[in-house]
């Protein structure tokens, strides 16, 4: 892992911030978090999971934990953002039989992660996304708190929003006709055999040619992409009473050693380690 992505964790259960900066080039990396962005301004492209997005001001870039991802820099200008983290776990504490507040991240990955916020109608929203980050950083009585009730309260407004197609501004994206399918058939069938060369003959595509054209497009190869997003999906198993051999196995890996070395060298801790630390802080 890179040194950029290892700083991808977030302490709190959700934090708010707003940067105006010059950015050098950033790697393709993902985080163990949730990441709204309101895009204010700059000269942009972002690319998630393969599909590349031009950015226009009052973009909302919606990137769920584990999705891989990359602004791309165009020109000189600065890169101005509010950008929110959210601990996938804090979100699930509000999570009823009927809503989730995570639904605008659901929906996101089924169409569209990039949404723009037209003028007039998404005024409210805004509105409490820059409330919001005004009074993050504040020391008044009971600020965290306060901070809190804003943020659901955001959530709550912004999922209303993309439910009731306020936000229904879908933006375009630019993607390899040839990588995007094969990366959507790696996620839906991430727990299944994957080999390179049967995923060569499935798609019809020479092994190398193929493997170099996904490295471009997201920055991994093609066996690290799938060991990554297996040992995402095993880490969200552990906060489930399930034998932590049947998370090895179930989730593709051939032997417990080989797993939990790799798990911890993803997040510098054994699965086991992992679910003590869930435990202690339930």
Same mark, same amino acid.
């Given at each position: ?9 977030? =302490? ?8 105006? +900066?010059? %950015?050098?080039?950033? *790697? ?9 962005? %309101? ?17 226009? *001001?009052? #973009? ?17 200008? @600065? ?9 996938? #776990?804090?979100?699930?504490?509000? @999570?009823?039989?009927? +809503?989730?507040? /995570? ?7 089924? !169409? ?5 916020? !037209?003028? &007039?109608?998404?005024?409210?929203? %805004? ?11 504040? @020391? ?7 901070? $809190? ?16 197609? +306020?936000?229904? #501004? ?10 995007? *399918?094969?990366?959507?058939? =790696? ?9 390179? @060369? /049967?995923?060569? $003959?499935?798609?019809?595509? /020479? ?44 989730? &593709?890996?051939?032997?417990? /050693? !080989? ?24």
């Amino acid at each position: 892992m890179e040194s950029y992505e290892k700083k991808g964790y977030l =302490i709190q259960q959700f934090k708010v911030f707003r940067l105006k +900066e010059r %950015l050098a080039k950033i *790697p393709f990396h993902y985080h163990d978090f949730h990441k709204i962005i %309101l895009f204010v301004s700059g000269k942009m492209d972002y690319i998630i999971e393969g599909k590349t997005y031009p950015l226009e *001001p009052r #973009d909302m870039i919606f990137v769920s934990a584990g999705e891989i991802h990359r602004p791309l820099i165009r020109g000189n200008a @600065d890169y101005e953002r509010i950008v929110i983290y959210i601990s996938p #776990d804090f979100l699930k504490k509000y @999570d009823t039989d009927k +809503e989730k507040l /995570s639904t605008c991240f659901s929906l996101a990955r089924t !169409t569209s992660s990039v949404m723009h916020l !037209t003028a &007039g109608k998404t005024h409210d929203l %805004l509105y409490h996304m820059e409330k919001l980050e005004n009074n993050a950083h504040k @020391d008044d009585f009971a600020n965290d708190l306060y901070t $809190e009730i804003l943020f659901i309260e955001f959530m709550i407004l912004l999922n209303r929003s993309l439910l009731s197609h +306020e936000i229904d #501004d879908m933006h375009i994206a630019v993607y390899d006709k040839k990588i995007l *399918p094969l990366l959507q058939y =790696i996620n839906d069938n991430l727990l299944q055999e994957l080999t390179i @060369d /049967s995923l060569a $003959e499935k798609f019809y595509l /020479s092994k190398y040619y193929m493997m170099r054209r996904f490295k471009d497009a997201t920055g991994y190869s093609i066996h690290q992409y799938i060991i990554n997003k297996r040992l995402l999906y095993a880490r969200s198993l552990l906060a489930e009473d399930i034998a932590l051999t049947k998370i090895c196995f179930d989730c &593709g890996f051939r032997d417990y /050693s !080989t797993f939990s070395r790799a798990f911890k060298e993803l997040f510098q801790q054994t699965p086991k380690q992992y679910r003590q630390k869930l435990a202690f802080n339930k």
